[in-house]
């Protein structure tokens, strides 16, 4: 039997997924979890042989937890499955120790398979992500660009950034300038939108 961990917020797709899993002969579902941050401790006692993790949870993302799993229970493959098919999340979740991602659109016959195929050693992900991934390239922002267009995201002031972050205002209003530049953006806003659109955020 392959044991799986299923990771996901919203509570009618996480009883679905594990319903639909279940039906398989080979697939046993050991944990259901409905944040991030319970995740890692579910895995550590369930032992899963796969994580399927959705990306946006409260607590701690799907990508904090593939990283989390990958130091903590490294037998443990991981399978990100999630609405947001951006680029970047893809690049992300593959320096995290993925070892697959699939957006939920697909059919469930496509999860099974990618959870027998990761457990076998593959490396599985949505052909049409891939290629958007090698068309829009790494992330070009730096880990405190990043930082200070998250702060910005709700509105902040600069001020408002800089106290957040421990920066000065100065060395706030460098980073948003920079990354504006790097995301081709006219404003702070445009730049928060494109990050998040290619999943740097």
Known sequence: MIRVLLAEDQGMMRSALALLLDLEEDLEI???VADGGSALAAALQSEPD????DIEMPGRSGLDVAADLRRELPSCKVLIVTTFGRP??????????????LVKDGPI???????????????VVDP???????????????DRERDVLTAAADGSTVADIAT???????TVRNYLSSA????????RIEAVGTARHNGWL
Not at 88 to 99: I, N, P, Q, T, V
Not at 109 to 123: H, K, M, P, T, W
Not at 180 to 187: F, H, L, M, P, S
């Open 30 to 32: 050991v944990a259901q």
């Open 50 to 53: 796969v994580a399927v993790l």
């Open 88 to 101: 970047g999340y893809l690049r992300r979740a593959m320096e995290a120790g993925a070892s697959g991602f």
């Open 109 to 123: 016959e496509n999860l099974v398979d990618a959870i027998r195929r990761v457990l076998a050693g593959e490396q």
């Open 128 to 142: 049409a992500l891939a290629a958007a991934a090698l068309s829009v390239g790494p992330n070009p922002l730096t």
């Open 164 to 170: 957040r972050l421990h920066l000065s205002e100065s």
């Open 180 to 187: 504006i530049g790097k995301t081709g953006a006219r404003n």
